[in-house]
């Protein structure tokens, strides 16, 4: 394996590790606004 592949491989693998993080934001945000109503 090349080093731009494992590069490539790497960068997918942060890549899927920021949507999860992203996804359980907007969870706890949606959670938050839920609670506590939008704020104007």
Known sequence: MLL???LN???E???????AVQKEQM???SKFVDK?????
């Open 27 to 29: 969870k706890l945000l």
């Open 13 to 19: 693998g942060q890549w899927g590790e920021l949507m």
């Open 4 to 6: 731009h592949d494992k």
């Open 36 to 40: 506590v109503g939008v704020v104007e």
């Open 9 to 11: 491989l790497l960068r």
